[in-house]
């Protein structure tokens, strides 16, 4: 049974207001007194999703579970979609444009970093229809 | 009769001129005020002594407990720690004939804190450098030097207090010897040395929470001297005493109170300075997020611009910045220091602080008690129901808050304005929250 979920919405192109929904969430798990470490791992992986949404997905929502034994994150947008998903799982292959990249964003880790930092990690995405991501962390050590 | 009254170590509280307007609620970077209709106004634990409140309370209602420099007794010998910030207040004058106009008005000794932020640095770099091999505390590091920034870190994000480098700041560096040294040199017995520290910062008084000052017998803002000061170094200009001092040796102290002026001073590179409690909190989030793992330092100072913003000053602080650079142009910013005397006095511990910041929040009590899952569910359900416009007609800062303070039996519901005059509906569906009351 799912013991609480919340839906933020994040707005693609929106950089000033670029990762409050992370923030959000880490402060709702530091709320409850989750491990230091855990809520690091978790805030990265939701702001990478975020800054993705933000530079390439266009709108779409970032969700929180908390579960008593698991949280799960997900992220889904109405963007482009990843045409080669294999090929974009790997540390520094981005697309993100160059003006993103002048930002200091789109160095093309942050699908890597995602699924190196959650315990399970599932994407799926179509051309033109957007992506979908759920990153699951475990509570039980 | 002035109705006053210490509502924490810091800040006194005037009932009889508060309008009760929440203002100074919603300006507590800790959600530390909360305002009830009768006006009783009152702080929860965590002061950080910030003084954003004084500073934005229309009716100055709220006014900090700040110290009057101490009467100086008969026979006493009189010592001023000088912070560097003094020498961005006089745009005309070098900081050796300001330290000289302190013994014009008084002083009979001075002691300028740039020597021991110069030493300050040389063992930043070294922590910094060593942490990179034993990778004992997770970067980025954060400077210890501002205290409210510390206590902010305690209270709001007490995971980062192991990211806060163990290092003494510069005037706690003030070693008991220097008394035997000065008792000798006077020739009076120590306890008649009087070390008297003229200070921006009003933080610096309030020995609470580590910040305690041990070898510091009193602390005088610099604004409380600063006509005396100011008087005397016009006497002083007029006889022309200046072709003395332009072999002033570095503009490195001077530079210390302004925002970067900590990390200019470093060896080490990869590191940035953030000015400003709001922006420090920006970027407190995002850390405790997980960002900026490849940074090894960040310089926070709470006040705009450093230090040179600080309360307790006079000069505009973008003019107190002018007079830095002017100062960093003509002298640069060289070293005076021996790198391998700080390194040898490293080794014996000497810049280690004895209470390490990740014990500070357990020593001195700031502990709030996590929420269940089950009381934070609560929370959010209360927070939809309310669909406020954070108001604070409640007394708390915003509905958020005010939901916690509810779910943790610390408010009534009926203390929001949108909740007491509910319809059947929404009262159904705060019974099936079934809340303590």
Known sequence: MTDLKKIFHVKGNDFTHAGEASVNIKNMLKSIGLDPKLIRRIGVCGYEGEMNMVMHGGDGTLSIEINTDKIILYLDDNGPGIEDLELAMKEGYSTAKDEYREMGFGAGMGLPNMKKNADEFTISSKVGRGTQVKMVFSLNH | ?437
């Open chain 2, 1 to 437: 009769m002035k109705n006053d009254n210490k509502i924490s170590p810091y800040l006194i509280f005037d009932p009889d001129i508060c309008t009760g307007c929440a203002a100074c609620v919603k300006a507590c970077p800790t959600k530390a005020i909360r305002i009830k209709n009768d006006k009783s106004i009152r702080t929860v634990d965590y002061c950080i002594t910030c003084g954003e409140c004084v500073r934005i309370c229309p009716h100055s209602a709220l006014s900090s407990d700040i110290f009057d420099m101490n009467q100086i007794g008969n026979g006493q010998i009189s010592v001023a720690i000088v912070s560097p910030v003094l020498y961005s207040q006089f745009p005309e004058m070098l900081p050796e004939e300001i330290l000289t106009g302190l013994k014009k008005i008084g002083f009979d000794h001075t002691i300028d804190l740039s020597r021991y932020t110069e030493l300050f640095q040389y063992a930043t770099d070294e922590y910094i450098k060593r942490n990179k091999i034993s990778n004992e505390l997770p970067t980025p590091l954060i400077s210890p030097i501002c205290p409210v920034i510390i206590r902010l870190i305690m209270v709001r994000f007490p995971n980062l207090l192991d990211q806060v480098i163990p290092l003494k700041r510069p005037v706690e560096l003030i070693e008991l010897e220097i008394k035997q040294q000065l008792s000798d040199r006077f020739g009076v017995k120590k306890d008649l040395i009087n070390l008297c520290n003229i200070t921006p910062c009003p933080s610096q008084k309030v020995s609470t929470h580590m910040m305690k000052l041990s070898n510091i017998d009193s602390s005088v803002g610099i604004n409380k001297i600063y006509r005396k000061l100011s008087q005397e170094l016009e006497k002083m200009e007029e006889n022309d005493t200046t072709s003395l001092h332009e072999s002033y040796e570095s503009a490195r102290g001077p530079m210390w109170g302004m925002s970067g002026g900590e990390i200019a001073g470093l060896r080490t590179e990869n590191t940035f300075a953030v000015s400003g409690l709001n922006e420090t909190i920006t970027y407190l989030e995002k850390i405790e997020l997980g960002l900026f793992q490849d940074i090894d330092y960040i310089e926070f100072r709470c006040c705009p611009e450093g230090c040179i913003g600080g309360p307790l000053t006079v000069t505009d602080k973008y003019l107190a910045k002018n007079t830095v650079h002017k100062l960093v142009e003509r002298f640069g910013i060289g070293r005076r220091l021996s790198q391998e005397k700080a390194l040898r006095i490293y080794e014996k511990g000497f810049f280690f602080s004895e209470t390490k910041p990740s014990e500070l929040t357990r020593i001195f009590g700031i502990h709030k008690d996590p929420l269940s899952i089950e009381l934070l569910k609560k929370m959010e359900k209360l927070l939809d129901i309310i669909q406020g416009k954070d108001c604070s007609v409640c007394g708390a800062p915003d509905c958020r808050t005010f939901a916690e303070d509810v779910v943790r039996g610390k408010a009534s519901i009926d203390d929001c304005i949108i909740l007491k005059y509910r319809d059947a509906d929404t009262d159904e569906q705060i019974k099936a929250l079934s809340l303590k009351s």
